[in-house]
């Protein structure tokens, strides 16, 4: 059984740094592209950041600079550091496991975790 599962958000004041954390377990994690999305409310959801399965790394416009995805594949564990957050961070975000194989499209969402950035 697939399970991707987030840790680590909350309330965070503006400035502040925050770090989110994402288990999957029942898959190949090293094999799998890890990404962070979020939704905000009213919005679409959007993608944050991904690794590949090689390492490499991509963000979204709006967090470069002050966001950093990472992986831990011993661990099973994909890490979202935020820094300099700003209200407009605010969102659920989302832990997201996807793979083509064999011609088979995979993809595994968390539940998603709440980050609120207020005073």
């Known amino acids: 059984q697939v399970q991707v599962v987030e840790f680590g958000g909350g309330l965070v004041q503006p400035g502040g740094s925050l770090r989110l954390s994402c288990v999957a377990s029942g898959i190949s994690f090293s094999s799998y592209a890890m990404a962070w999305y979020r939704q905000a409310p009213g919005k679409q959801r959007e993608l944050v950041a991904i690794i590949t399965s090689a390492g490499s790394t991509n963000y979204a416009d709006s967090v470069k600079g002050r966001f950093t995805i990472s992986r831990d594949n011993a661990k099973n564990t994909v890490y979202l550091q935020g820094n300099s957050l700003n209200p407009e961070d605010t969102a659920v975000y989302y832990c997201?496991?996807?793979?083509?194989?064999?011609?088979?499209?995979?993809?595994?969402w968390g539940q998603g975790t709440q980050v609120t950035v207020s005073s």
């Open positions: 997201n496991a996807d793979r083509w194989f064999l011609g088979q499209h995979y993809m595994n």
